[in-house]
């Protein structure tokens, strides 16, 4: 069995200011600071001998390939990336960046969402990214305007209840 992968949709190269800021500590932490003392541990297992056998060298190993693939993903992505700080120019529109509230038509239940790149999407605090079905459907809507987004359990019917920008 081969190790080949379809390559990866192409994801939206749009981020946030804080989201942009978060992966350049990200990246700094991992360089500056994890890699450093993987690699000290590393040494320090290799200094033990027997290479073969010695569970501590090949779990530092990884963990340093590991570090070292997240850090080539970043430095990438950060150079690919495109802050977007200001407001659309029409602000009562959904677009990137967005806070939405939106009713379930079927439901009433309302939920907050806010638009943001694919790299700081967090489900827990209700961000999402702009290439979801959810986010790709709202774009472009206004206050009570009805949208239908295609979600994994099927289509469901939508409300714009209130559109927002900044904090």
Do not use: C
């Not at 939206?12 to 450093?36: C, I, M, S, Y």
């Not at 003392?37 to 040494?43: D, G, P, Y």
């Amino acid at each position: 069995m081969g190790r080949w992968r379809p390559p990866a949709e192409k994801s939206t190269a749009l981020v946030t200011p804080e989201g942009h800021a978060r992966l350049k500590a990200e990246l700094d932490q991992l360089w500056r600071v994890q890699r450093p003392e993987v690699v000290k541990a590393l040494s320090a297992a290799a200094a033990e001998g027997d290479r073969s056998e010695n569970a501590e060298y090949t779990y530092r190993k990884k963990q340093l390939g590991e570090i070292d693939r997240r850090v080539r993903y970043l430095s990438k992505r950060l150079e690919s990336l495109r802050v977007v700080e200001a407001a659309p120019s029409d602000p009562q529109a959904v677009f990137f960046g967005a806070r939405v509230e939106v009713e379930n038509a079927a439901s009433g239940e309302t939920a907050r969402y806010r638009i943001v790149g694919p790299d700081e999407t967090d489900a827990g605090l209700g961000w999402i990214s702009i290439d979801s079905p959810l986010a790709r459907a709202m774009l472009k809507k206004r206050v009570d305007d009805e949208f239908e987004a295609q979600l994994p359990g099927g289509a469901a019917r939508f409300f714009i209840v209130d559109v927002r920008y900044g904090d």
